[in-house]
């Protein structure tokens, strides 16, 4: 029941490249700048350099927030899920449903302890160790596979436990690390869609092919009736 159901690969057929990807910012609705919600603050950070940041639209069906974007010839589905933080593999893996997408094209964005402030590391799959948005990821889309931008937030220091840590906002100081720390995570978001498309590029032909069937399908893509035309039970 998919958007792109019954349509061709977008580019599969031309080259390697992944036709759609998800990307997605984990974090707890109502607690935007809290150190646990950075993914989202990310998610804000891509939409806003792809320039479609007023693009964010409520999708009941899917329990999140959703920009349906392009990057080079990669149509990207950037996602915010409006469950908590420990259910909101349920919304992740709706909208994989809903467009299409596998496992190990949804890229998840979240918080990691384990390095500080100012740190971020792609991580291809694996074990949730013990982030709780995650470790709904995989249950809901039972794999592990989904690949990772792990922003770093650094440990509590003192008396301060780890869930006080996570759920409180980044002081005044660590606010001016995060802002370099979103350009640099975007920065490896668009490295990421455009080592895609590189592949593509060593064969012209198709990839010219593959944009004009790209023009075609645009429209479908970008319809505002697609959410009526694709309800889920
Ligand atoms: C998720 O977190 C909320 C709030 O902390 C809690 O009430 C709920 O029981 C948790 N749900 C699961 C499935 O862990």
Redesign the pocket.
């Known amino acids: 029941m998919n958007l792109l159901s019954g349509l061709p690969p977008l580019l599969l057929s031309a080259c390697n490249c992944v036709s759609v990807l998800q990307v997605v910012g984990l974090g707890n609705p109502g607690m935007e700048g809290t150190r646990h919600s950075v993914g989202m603050a990310v998610l804000g950070a891509l939409a806003a350099r792809l320039g479609v940041a007023d693009r964010w639209r409520g999708d009941k069906h899917v329990s999140g927030e959703v920009i349906l974007s392009e990057v080079q010839q990669t149509d990207v589905v950037l996602l915010r899920p409006r469950l908590?933080?420990?259910?909101s593999g349920a919304s992740v893996a709706k909208a994989a449903a809903k467009y299409g997408i596998k496992a190990e094209d949804i890229l998840l964005v979240h918080d990691e302890l384990d390095k500080p402030l100012g740190k971020t590391a792609l991580k291809h799959g694996g074990s949730a160790r013990g982030h709780?948005g995650v470790r709904?990821c995989v249950d809901c889309l039972q794999t592990d596979v989904m690949p990772r931008l792990r922003i770093g937030i650094g440990r509590p220091t003192g008396k301060t436990s780890v869930e006080r840590h996570v759920l409180s906002r980044f002081t005044a100081e660590e606010q001016k690390v995060l802002d370099s720390v979103l350009v640099q995570s975007v920065d490896l978001l668009l490295s990421q869609l455009c080592w895609q498309d590189s592949q593509c590029a060593s064969s012209p032909a198709g990839g010219r092919q593959a944009a004009a069937q790209k023009r075609k399908e645009r429209e479908r893509w970008v319809s505002p009736a697609e959410d009526s035309a694709s309800a889920q039970s």
């Not at 908590?84 to 259910?87: A, D, E, G, R, T």
């Open positions: 908590l933080m420990n259910v709780n709904s």
